[in-house]
């Protein structure tokens, strides 16, 4: 006779499965981190039918908690797990427009990691909510990194950071920072961008590229790619931002928004900067993007040098966990394979990129065997996580 599983139920007999035989290896340290990543799985997957990390864990603990900066006080939650003393923690930065802090997707995930034994600290910022990416934001991480470090909970051998989207490329700047970087064991960078020119220039453009703008030709490839309005505004806010006239920054931002059909006149007027800001904004072509970034205000390009991670990638001392969906529409997934190639092989523990996730939720529709194959790799990923921090 024939028995027909649903992809739903195959899943969870499978996961069963493999729940028991983590269960008899978990006297050893590996069975243990396999047994945490196999419970933690299913608190990420949507519509998971068990979650047995519930099963076997204490309720977590969240705190809102404030710590010293450089202008007052920064606003995090802490995720605590519900019993044990010294663990491993993890600095989370969410990206720019973050869902907010009493999300349940956030919440969840905070509490997943808590109950896996993590400590995990996920910090607020206005300037991301607002949709603006700002340096600041680099020097408020490293004061939530020693903050976080210095929590009685936390086992300071055990901490690293992990991000998302644009949280993921500040949270790797901050961390080559001389007064954390030797304290960071890892990083986990899901979904960044490794340079803020490239991302313009893929933005601007509406073409992704390998392996760089400079080496194109015969060695490099371009495909086209269409931004994510998310992604367009940022970098068009981005690019406005720096013109320094008021009047400029005005017409360029009703440019954007289609407000002005015909405005040639106060084009022919912008000053330098201004004209080059106008001409990332209005669809180049590829081979003329250098130029136009070489032409933008000298404020703008400090800005850029100072929130990419390729800048000092060189002062990275943390072990790398790369993350990225093979089809993600507001960071092109080029970024992290160039992150990748700009460390060294010791440097990069883990590079997976996905086909299930849009973006970073693991909710792009797929099918039963591409689903279980996605899930497998997000299980190796995460357990190269978990031993990080166990």
């Not at 603990?61 to 519900?82: C, I, M, S």
């Not at 909510?129 to 991480?141: F, K």
């Not at 081979?287 to 100072?306: K, Q, W």
Request: with cysteine.
């Amino acid at each position: 006779m024939l028995i027909r599983i649903s992809a739903k139920n195959a899943f969870a007999y499978i996961a069963a499965l493999i729940l028991m035989a983590s269960l008899l290896a978990a006297a050893s340290p590996s069975g243990r981190t396999a047994f945490l990543t196999l419970s933690f799985l299913p608190e990420v997957l949507p519509n998971a039918p068990i979650r047995p990390l519930r099963w076997v864990t204490a309720d977590p603990v969240r705190q809102p908690v404030e710590y010293p900066n450089a202008t007052g006080y920064g606003k995090a939650d802490l995720y605590l797990p519900g019993e044990g003393t010294e663990h491993g923690a993890i600095l989370l930065f969410l990206g720019v427009n973050p869902a907010g802090r009493d999300d349940p997707r956030v919440v969840g995930l905070g509490n997943a990691l808590a109950r896996a034994g993590v400590v995990t600290m996920i910090p607020w910022s206005d300037s991301m909510t607002q949709r603006r990416i700002a340096v600041g934001e680099i020097d408020n991480l490293v004061f939530a990194y020693q903050y976080l470090l210095q929590h009685a909970r936390v086992d300071p051998e055990r901490a690293g950071m992990a991000g998302f989207c644009v949280g993921a490329s500040l949270a790797m700047v901050a961390a080559q920072d001389a007064r954390i970087s030797k304290d960071v064991r890892f990083i986990n960078f899901f979904g960044g961008y490794f340079d803020g020119t490239d991302l313009i220039a893929s933005v601007a453009a509406s073409t992704r590229y390998y392996p760089s703008i400079d080496h194109l030709g015969d060695q490099g490839e371009t495909q086209p790619w269409s931004p994510n309005e998310l992604t367009r505004q940022v970098v068009a806010a981005q690019l406005i931002e720096g013109v320094a006239s008021q009047q400029e920054r005005q017409v360029l931002t009703e440019l954007y928004r289609g407000s002005f059909p015909n405005i040639k006149a106060d084009v022919d007027s912008f000053s330098p900067g201004a004209r080059s800001v106008y001409g990332l904004l209005s669809g180049p072509k590829l081979a003329d993007v250098p130029a136009l970034i070489d032409g933008l205000p000298a404020g703008t390009l400090a800005s850029l040098r100072s929130i990419s991670p390729s800048t000092r990638i060189g002062d990275l001392k943390a072990r790398v966990l790369i993350m990225h969906d093979r089809q993600d529409d507001l960071v092109p997934s080029e970024e992290s394979r160039r992150l990748a190639d700009s460390l060294g092989p010791d440097q990069v523990i883990r590079y997976t990129e996905f086909a299930f996730f849009q973006h970073v939720d693991p909710t792009r529709p797929v099918g039963p065997l591409t689903f279980l194959r996605e899930g497998a790799k997000l299980y190796w990923h995460l357990y190269a996580v978990f031993q990080e921090v166990s």
